[in-house]
């Protein structure tokens, strides 16, 4: 059973950073591609950045170039470094592990929330301006 623990969500000004990190359990870490999702107040759920195992990392155009997705197999754990804050980066965070057991996975299935299997309960974000 894979259970997925974010945290480092809080308060910070806008052009800020803060860094989220996601723990989990279970073997299969190592297994799969991992990502960030989020979802703002009546809004759909969005893709903000994935991670294959081999390391081929794709982001969402509004996040590319102020967040950096990286992960640790050893000790499985995700994380998502954010700089440069918006107030359009307000959502609730989600850590996600994918479905699939690969070494590659493309820039669609990343992007794609269907093709997760676990999630975390969300860490929440505000920017203030």
């Known amino acids: 059973q894979v259970q997925l623990v974010e945290s480092g969500g809080g308060l910070v000004q806008a052009g800020g950073s803060l860094r989220l990190s996601c723990a989990a359990s279970?073997?299969?870490?190592?297994?799969?591609?991992m990502g960030w999702f989020r979802q703002a107040p009546g809004k759909e759920r969005e893709f903000v950045a994935g991670?294959?195992?081999?390391?081929?990392?794709y982001y969402s155009d509004s996040v590319k170039g102020r967040f950096t997705i990286s992960r640790d197999n050893a000790k499985k754990t995700l994380s998502l470094q954010m700089s440069r804050l918006k107030p359009d980066d307000r959502a609730v965070y989600y850590c996600?592990?994918?479905?699939?057991?690969?070494?590659?996975?493309?820039?669609?299935?990343?992007?794609?929330?269907?093709?997760?299997?676990?999630w975390g309960q969300g860490t929440q974000v505000t920017v203030s301006s």
């Open positions: 996600a592990q994918a479905a699939r057991i690969a070494f590659f996975a493309s820039r669609d299935y990343l992007a794609n929330q269907n093709g997760y299997a676990a």
């Open positions: 279970g073997r299969s870490f190592s297994e799969t591609a």
């Open positions: 991670i294959s195992r081999a390391g081929e990392i």
